[in-house]
């Protein structure tokens, strides 16, 4: 019998914006225009006004290739790009220039973790085109009376990633989306914390019902329950023998449904043409400038922390999910006890930026590794608890402040036990002069007296054995 799972047939079409660049796809308007007004970062080739000629960003193409290779794709010798024609308001040209026969480069992978091991997510393709306007919509897309257009967007360099159908769960394609992610920013590329950074497109079937495409859904969690929505409906569908439509869906994030936007559009209705007005480029000469600009990727970086550091397996998987995180544990490892420091950070410090919905980027601003060396070298030498560290890990990524100054001004240096039960026997024997003597006239008892005062000032934490040999050596030196 099959399972769900090998019932369910997955792709993704991914659009990852080359946010990290300076200017534009095809002009030198700035990319930086997310806490702009809408329309300020715009110029006659984004707005598409007649006439306007594109140029190609080099430094673009250069971040493409190096994904490319990042990703294991073949890079083609040859690189052509094409006009998309279609109309839609956040289109001012009435096409988009994007790749066609001749993309970018094909195949590649990118390895997951799943239940049962590793698998290779195969990709089909990948090609550069250009990020349209972005609408706006009062209230939600199928009520609303009319749009809003930013033109900000138009013009951003986007890199389409297309994989083979080959997940078969909703939880995989997230796993897909969460690596991608991870190496993007490894590669400096791509700044996932920015809006609409990456959005994707999902493909999802059914055996025995047509290829549904969601659009457009821009968070990670949104395509998760976008298609455990679409298995649940098109599962009810064919149970009870209708037909699944091949169609586009969009996902509405509130309702946590899809809805029926418009019937799938064929490729021959997008015309696709060679722009033009852009030179097809050779990429020989580029994958040589950049092959030597990739860095460690994550699996490298896991497999030398284990080896350099000692540290697990389970712990290194977790420090290379952010290479922000990465680098803090490298810098905290190089200066103290590098297991200390892969728990402090893996279990302590990144729980708190969780929790508040932060990452390691706010950690280095409120609690840099400099911090974290501090704070595991005064639990090393016992100068304070666990608890206080974590009390100063908390109150420095809420108020700021200094190690040293919060564990003054919270008095949390943990107090040498012996020096303090020394000086309260000590002061026993002083304020109790009648027990001391009836002690010194033969009556051994007293001295249990003088312990209850101890025991009763540490609410019952010394040791009364200790304390009693302690409160006879006083009065025995004293006499
Ligand atoms: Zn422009």
Partial sequence: MQTLEQEVVIGLEVHVQLNKLNTKLFCSCST?????????HVCPVCLGLPGAMPVINKEAVKFAVKTALALNAEVQPFTVFDRKNYFYPDLPKGFQISQYDNPLALGGYVTIETDSGEKKITLKRIHMEEDPGKLSYKGSIT??????????????PLLEIVTEPVMHSPKEAREFLNKLRIILEYLDV??????????????????????????????????????????????????????????????????????????????????????????????????EEVKGQIPEMPEEK???????YGISLSKAKILVLDPKMADYFEEVASKVDSKKAARWIVDVLRGELNYRDKDFRYAYERF????????????????????????????????????????????????DEEEEILNLCRKAVEENPKAVEDYLSGKKNAINFLVGQVMKATKGRADPAECFQIIKKIIDEKN
């Fill in 32 to 40: 930086s225009y997310h806490e702009d007004e809408p329309n300020t």
């Fill in 143 to 156: 009520t609303a009376k009319y749009s809003l257009i930013d033109y900000n967007r138009s013009g951003m």
């Fill in 368 to 415: 840099p590794p400099g911090d974290m060396v501090r704070v595991i070298e005064y639990l090393e030498n016992e100068k304070i608890t666990d608890k206080s560290a974590v009390e100063i890990i908390r109150t420095k990524l809420d108020h700021g402040g200094d190690v040293d100054g919060i564990i003054q001004e919270k008095n949390l240096f943990a107090i």
């Fill in 190 to 287: 791509f700044d996932g914390s920015l809006e609409g950074a990456m959005r994707v497109d999902a493909n999802i079937s059914l055996k025995g019902g047509g290829r549904v495409e969601i659009k457009n859904i821009s968070s990670f969690k949104g395509v998760e329950r976008a298609l455990t929505y679409e298995i649940t409906r098109q599962k009810n569908l064919l149970r009870r023998g209708r037909k699944v439509e091949r169609e586009t869906r969009h996902f509405d994030e509130a309702n946590n449904i899809t809805v029926s936007l418009r019937t799938k559009e064929e490729e021959q209705d997008y015309r696709y043409f060679p722009e033009p007005d852009l030179v097809p480029i050779y990429t020989a000469e580029i994958v």
């Fill in 302 to 308: 896991r497999d030398r922390f284990i080896s350099q």
